[in-house]
C-alpha cells in the first residue's frame, strides 16, 4: 500500500497556448479543495503564464479564466515556482511575474518529492 500525502507537486510545462495549462490550476485547485498542499513548478513556455498580462491571454471555456484560475490558486495558498534558467532565457526577472511567485530552482520541487508528495505533469 502507498504511503498517503497531503502534498502535490505539479509540473508545468505548456503556456498560454495550451488548453493543458487551464487544466492544470483547475486541478490544482481541486487538490487545495481536497485538502492538499499544492504546489506548481512551471518550466518552457509555461512560464509566460505568471508573466503579467500573460494569464489574461487564454481562457478554455468552460472553465475559468486562467487568471481567475491562478488567482484562486494563490489565494487559496497555493505555491507558484518559476524555473530560473526558463526565466533568464526569456529575458524575463521577478517584476515581469504576477505578486507571489518564487523563482526557484528544481531543488524546491525535489525536496517536496522526496518528502513523499504526489506528482502530476502538463
Same mark, same amino acid.
Given at each position: 500500500?502507498?504511503?498517503?500525502?497531503?502534498?502535490?507537486?505539479?509540473?508545468?510545462?505548456?503556456?498560454?497556448?495550451?488548453?493543458?495549462?487551464?487544466?492544470?490550476?483547475?486541478?490544482?485547485?481541486?487538490?487545495?479543495?481536497?485538502?492538499?498542499?499544492?504546489?506548481?513548478?512551471?518550466?518552457?513556455?509555461? %512560464?509566460?503564464? /505568471?508573466?503579467?498580462? #500573460?494569464?489574461?491571454?487564454? @481562457?478554455?471555456?468552460?472553465?475559468?479564466?486562467? *487568471?481567475? +484560475?491562478?488567482?484562486?490558486?494563490?489565494?487559496?495558498?497555493?505555491?507558484?515556482?518559476?524555473?530560473?534558467?526558463?526565466?533568464?532565457?526569456?529575458?524575463?526577472?521577478?517584476?515581469?511575474? %504576477?505578486?507571489? /511567485?518564487?523563482?526557484? #530552482?528544481?531543488?524546491?520541487? @525535489?525536496?517536496?518529492?522526496?518528502?513523499?508528495? *504526489?506528482? +502530476?505533469?502538463?
Amino acid at each position: 500500500m502507498a504511503n498517503a500525502t497531503d502534498k502535490l507537486v505539479i509540473l508545468v510545462t505548456k503556456g498560454i497556448e495550451s488548453e493543458l495549462s487551464s487544466v492544470a490550476f483547475t486541478i490544482a485547485n481541486g487538490g487545495i479543495t481536497a485538502g492538499l498542499k499544492v504546489f506548481i513548478f512551471l518550466t518552457s513556455t509555461g %512560464i509566460d503564464l /505568471v508573466r503579467k498580462g #500573460g494569464q489574461t491571454m487564454t @481562457h478554455v471555456p468552460p472553465l475559468d479564466s486562467l *487568471a481567475a +484560475l491562478i488567482k484562486d490558486f494563490q489565494a487559496r495558498g497555493g505555491v507558484i515556482w518559476a524555473c530560473p534558467p526558463c526565466v533568464k532565457s526569456r529575458g524575463y526577472e521577478q517584476a515581469d511575474f %504576477i505578486e507571489g /511567485v518564487v523563482i526557484a #530552482g528544481a531543488s524546491v520541487m @525535489h525536496a517536496e518529492i522526496k518528502a513523499g508528495a *504526489a506528482t +502530476l505533469s502538463f
